[in-house]
């Protein structure tokens, strides 16, 4: 054997060992889930992963639906223009409505980034519309919502007779529609809640459980009704989520 292949076969020894209990110290139980990461970036999300991300509940005003008085929260940001917004849409509120979650939720329904970057847009007519049948009847915004996306398929719409015939009056319905600027103000302000929270695109949202820190996990377009139950009870628990 050559003079110093010892120390350098030891040195590699060491060196291996390091890297193998540095890797096991960021890996926690249950669920699979990595350790949280403290970082504020975007997040695209997975099935199974469980990031910390300190966005709170710190969001603006929003469409609500589901329990009063919640004890998990579901944010959904939506591109009303967006078959796979619609299809998550479905999915959050057929949930909510069957109990299937097993938790006291509400859903937040927001407008992802983009939803008015061109104002004659259909997209952006559609969030107008549905977020002044919601100032102008409050509480129905969640069925106007699902008046929009159900009109995707249609190719002659008229979403505002659509939206109407909720029970809003039209003439009012149209002006608010053209002139209202706190709604305005309120889609601009959507968009900024998703850049903050790094979301670049719809569907998009995350669960929360408030606390202290809160427990939070991102979602995107592979949400399904099973895995937000699964989603929901591994915050609930504890298991996503580990302080160092």
């Known amino acids: 054997m050559r003079r110093g292949s010892v120390p350098l076969l030891m040195m590699n020894v060491v060196l291996i060992t390091l890297a193998v209990l540095m890797l096991a110290r960021t890996r926690v139980g249950g669920a699979g889930c990595e350790k949280p990461k403290r970082r504020?970036?975007?997040?695209?999300?997975?099935?199974?992963?469980?990031?910390?991300?300190?966005?709170?509940?710190?969001?603006?005003?929003?469409?609500?639906?589901?329990?009063?008085?919640?004890?998990?929260?579901?944010?959904?940001?939506?591109?009303?223009?967006?078959?796979?917004?619609?299809?998550?849409?479905?999915?959050?509120?057929?949930?909510?409505?069957?109990?299937?979650?097993?938790?006291?939720?509400?859903?937040?329904?927001?407008?992802?980034?983009?939803?008015c970057d061109i104002r004659e847009a259909e997209r952006c007519t559609a969030a107008l519309t549905v977020e002044c049948a919601e100032r102008l009847a409050p509480g129905i915004g969640i069925r106007a919502i699902?008046?929009?996306?159900?009109?995707?398929?249609?190719?002659?719409?008229?979403?505002?007779?659509?939206?109407?015939?909720?029970?809003?009056?039209?003439?009012?319905?149209?002006?608010?529609?053209?002139?209202?600027r706190e709604v305005d103000a309120r889609l601009a302000a959507h968009a900024e809640a998703a850049r903050r929270h790094g979301f670049v695109e719809a569907p998009a949202g995350f669960v929360v459980v408030p606390g202290s820190p809160p427990r939070i996990s991102p979602f995107g377009a592979w949400l399904t009704e099973a895995s937000l139950r699964s989603l929901t009870e591994c915050l609930v628990d504890g298991r996503c989520q580990e302080e160092p």
């Not at 929260?73 to 959050?92: C, K, T, Y």
């Not at 009109?151 to 008229?158: F, G, H, I, N, V």
């Open 146 to 180: 699902g008046v929009a996306f159900d009109q995707q398929w249609r190719p002659e719409r008229d979403l505002l007779a659509g939206v109407a015939g909720l029970g809003v009056e039209v003439t009012a319905l149209r002006s608010c529609v053209a002139t209202e």
């Open 40 to 115: 504020e970036e975007t997040c695209v999300g997975e099935p199974g992963e469980c990031p910390e991300i300190r966005v709170g509940l710190a969001l603006p005003e929003a469409i609500r639906f589901g329990a009063a008085a919640p004890t998990v929260s579901i944010a959904l940001f939506i591109d009303l223009g967006s078959v796979s917004s619609r299809q998550i849409f479905q999915r959050v509120t057929r949930a909510l409505g069957a109990g299937t979650i097993g938790r006291a939720t509400e859903l937040r329904v927001l407008h992802a980034p983009g939803a």
